[in-house]
């Protein structure tokens, strides 16, 4: 939008989402600061993937919530993230579980009924994922979660990681 329009109206440039002039952004550092957070992105995103085969070897190259296999593959890190990624904050999940993972809400509730049996993996990020779709299953009034919280034991350092969800 022309600078001239937006003095008109009383519009300021920022609140319209329009990039700031070339000559702005150099002077405020604006290009460097993106710059420094997309290479911070892009490194974190190289970590993940250099974690990709361990994970690989860790699950048998299955999704590691829903066990399907021959499905495409992809790491996923838990919340809260560490500074770097860790191997003990990842696991490997089909797209459906990517999803449910993302969502604030259950996306597919017939998906998860395999939970009844993830959710006593020893593997940790497993057992924490598991526990936390289960709540949400559970908040949407889906009488076998409630039943399995109810049933569940958990170690105490389990229990608040599944508590901290981000």
Request: net charge positive.
């Amino acid at each position: 939008m022309p600078a001239q329009v937006c003095r008109l109206f009383g519009i300021e440039r920022k609140s319209l989402g329009v990039r700031p002039s070339r000559r702005a952004r150099q002077r405020s550092g604006w290009g460097e600061k993106m710059a420094k957070g997309f290479e911070k992105h892009r490194q974190r995103r190289e970590a993940i993937t250099s974690l990709g085969r361990p994970l690989a070897r860790r699950s048998g190259s299955r999704c590691e919530l829903c066990e399907s296999s021959g499905v495409p593959l992809a790491p996923a890190e838990l919340p809260p993230l560490p500074e770097e990624p860790e191997l003990e904050h990842m696991l490997f999940l089909c797209e459906p579980c990517t999803r449910e993972l993302d969502s604030r809400k259950v996306i597919d509730a017939l998906h998860l009924r395999v939970l009844e049996k993830t959710v006593w993996s020893s593997v940790a990020p497993v057992q924490v994922l598991a526990v936390r779709l289960l709540r949400r299953l559970a908040a949407n009034h889906e009488a076998w979660a409630t039943e399995l919280l109810e049933n569940l034991y958990l170690d105490p350092e389990i229990e608040e990681w599944a508590g901290q969800e981000a």
